[in-house]
């Protein structure tokens, strides 16, 4: 009944944005500062930003409860998908545990629908987020590694110095090139790294004696006298090296004695360590962490073609024909294949398959094997269906850089 007196909706103006962030900032605990700083970086000037985008519940003419979605691009191979990321969930301390949070994001979800995003992103508290449809995606992966390790390694001639401004462009290539093969990271604009400049601004890029870039590293020393790397980038595995020893200095210098590195498995720095003594985690969460859901289904199938043609065209699939039926939570979608050619109807047709949501997600994502879906209930596939299911769904390293999080 509480909730049918709210008013919910986008922000209109400047103001109700600012009372937005401030109780953001407030139920995050965050100073004055910090929630002038969302405001100014975060909002206004992030990528896409619109003031609806500030989601809103507002009871007897105040803000009580308000989140914000941010818009960007995501890859999952060759595909992109809009994708309207989920974050800062607020709610003032008398409304809460009233019903108030759901309705917003449930709000959240429909202006997302009613506005073309194809998936949802977000990194939320336990065992809340999955009644929204959100599925655990997103892993969280650390290489850990000793000082005295990486300075057993012997560099190549070059330069360290501060990133600045005008790196922007380079730091942006060597991470797209290294970040192809992560699944559901997000695809950086210059206003990307703007926007977080006095983050950026920590970072360190290794060059030639010349000056060229050639590596970065964004390093932050934890309270638990770790220094952790949130960001890392290099053009080779020399240079991979290098960058791990300007690592080792700098740990050396804060006199703190491991590292541990955030990033995905695939990533060439990280294959790099394994030759050196090093322990690589992997950390899986239910229902809390990295959580993902599909807005529309039909437009992510869509979405997903021209990554599943690229799949098939190096498989032996580019001179078949044959067609699999995913019924995702009872909606069927046809999906057939001929001659290296897809196209996604609306209907039941063969070979069908019947998964759930969550399991769509992982699918789709790389995060979970198809095996292990099919191997939940009893399917009729021809052989062409099953190796085509095999193609067009591998296992991947699905990721959200710590930099890109909302």
Not at 162 to 175: E, Q, S, T, W
Request: charged share 25%; net charge positive; aromatic share 10%.
């Amino acid at each position: 009944m509480f909730v049918e007196n709210l008013e919910i909706r986008g922000a209109k103006s400047h103001s109700e944005i600012k009372e937005a962030m401030q109780l953001m900032a407030g139920v995050a605990q965050l100073d004055s500062l910090v929630a002038n700083d969302w405001l100014n970086y975060m909002s206004s000037r992030y990528p896409n930003f619109q003031s609806e985008h500030v989601r809103i519940a507002i009871y007897k003419g105040k803000i009580v409860s308000t989140l914000q979605i941010t818009t960007d691009v995501i890859r999952i191979g060759e595909a992109r998908l809009k994708m309207g990321g989920i974050g800062w969930v607020s709610t003032a301390g008398h409304y809460r545990n009233k019903g108030i949070a759901s309705a917003v994001i449930q709000n959240a979800v429909q202006y997302m629908t009613a506005n073309s995003y194809q998936v949802s992103m977000l990194f939320g508290i336990p065992n809340f987020y999955h009644r929204f449809g959100f599925t655990s995606t997103l892993p969280e992966y650390y290489a850990s590694i000793t000082t005295r390790e990486l300075l057993t390694i012997k560099p190549i001639p070059h330069k360290i110095r501060k990133v600045k401004p005008g790196d922007i462009l380079l730091l942006r290539k060597i991470h797209d090139e290294e970040d192809f093969d992560v699944s559901c990271s997000i695809i950086r604009t210059q206003a990307h790294f703007a926007v977080r400049w006095k983050e950026w601004s920590r970072g360190k890029v290794i060059t030639d004696l010349n000056g060229k870039i050639l590596g970065y590293f964004l390093p932050k020393l934890s309270d638990k006298n770790i220094l952790l790397i949130e960001e890392i980038g290099s053009t080779n595995i020399e240079v991979s090296d290098t960058v791990l020893y300007e690592i080792g200095k700098l740990a050396e210098k804060e006199k703190v004695g491991l590292i541990q590195i955030a990033a995905p498995p695939c990533h060439l720095l990280i294959r790099t360590l394994i030759s050196r003594r090093s322990i690589h985690e992997t950390h899986y969460k239910r229902d809390e962490g990295g959580m993902m859901a599909v807005i529309n289904e039909e437009e992510t199938l869509e979405c997903m073609t021209p990554d599943w043609e690229k799949l098939i065209q190096q498989k032996s699939l580019i001179n078949k024909e044959d067609e699999i039926t995913l019924i995702i939570s009872g909606t069927p979608f046809c999906i057939h294949f001929r001659k290296g050619s897809i196209a996604i109807l609306k209907k039941l047709g063969k070979n069908k398959i019947s998964i759930d949501k969550s399991d769509f997600v992982r699918v789709i994502t790389g995060y979970q094997y198809i095996e292990d879906v099919l191997n939940k209930k009893w399917f009729v596939l021809s052989s062409t269906a099953r190796e085509f299911l095999h193609t067009i769904f591998p296992k991947r390293c699905p990721y959200v850089w710590q930099m890109d999080r909302f």
